[in-house]
C-alpha cells in the first residue's frame, strides 16, 4: 500500500521526537489534506460556470431554503462573514442570478432571493457537482463511504460542540 503524506510527516516527527503523541496530527492532517485537494478538485466545474465555490454556496442556499433570506442569514447558513457575503452579493447581482428587494419597514434590512437564471443555473449545477463529487469518491465503495460520512458527522458535532461559539 502506498503510503500518504501524512504518515511520512508522522514518521518524521517520531525520529526527531520520539514518544510524541502524533494521534491528532493523523487525523487533523488528514482532514486538512483531503480538505486541500478537494477544494481543489471539486471547484473545477464551478469555474467552468465562472464561479466560485462561495458563489456556489450562496444560490445553493437561497435554492435549497426556498425563501428569501437576508445577507446575516446567508453568512449564518455558508459560515462565511457579512463582509465576504455582501461582496459575493454583489458579483451574483452583476452577473443577474440574485435579486435585492428592501424591506418596506427597514430599508436598510435587504431580502434576497434567486432570479430565474439564477435559479436555472444553480438546478442545473448541482446535479453536474454532486455526479461529479461522487466521481472522485468511487474508489472508496458505498460501504466505506458511508461510514466515513457517519465518522465525519461525529467528528462535526463534536466540533460545533466545542469550537460552535467562536463562530462569527
Known sequence: MTEDVVARVLRQWQQVHPGLDTAPMAVIGRLNRCAALLQQATDAPLVREGLTRAEFDILGTLRRTGRELSPGQIARETFASGAAVTKRLRVLEA?????RRADERDRRVAH?????????????????????????????????????????????????????????
Open 95 to 99: 452577473r443577474g442570478l440574485v435579486a
Open 112 to 168: 434576497l432571493s434567486l432570479t430565474e437564471a439564477g435559479t436555472a443555473l444553480i438546478d442545473r449545477l448541482v446535479p453536474r457537482q454532486l455526479d461529479y463529487e461522487s466521481t472522485l469518491l468511487d474508489g472508496l465503495g458505498d460501504d466505506h463511504r458511508d461510514r466515513l460520512a457517519d465518522t465525519l458527522a461525529d467528528l462535526l458535532v463534536l466540533l460545533e460542540g466545542r469550537l460552535g461559539g467562536l463562530q462569527p
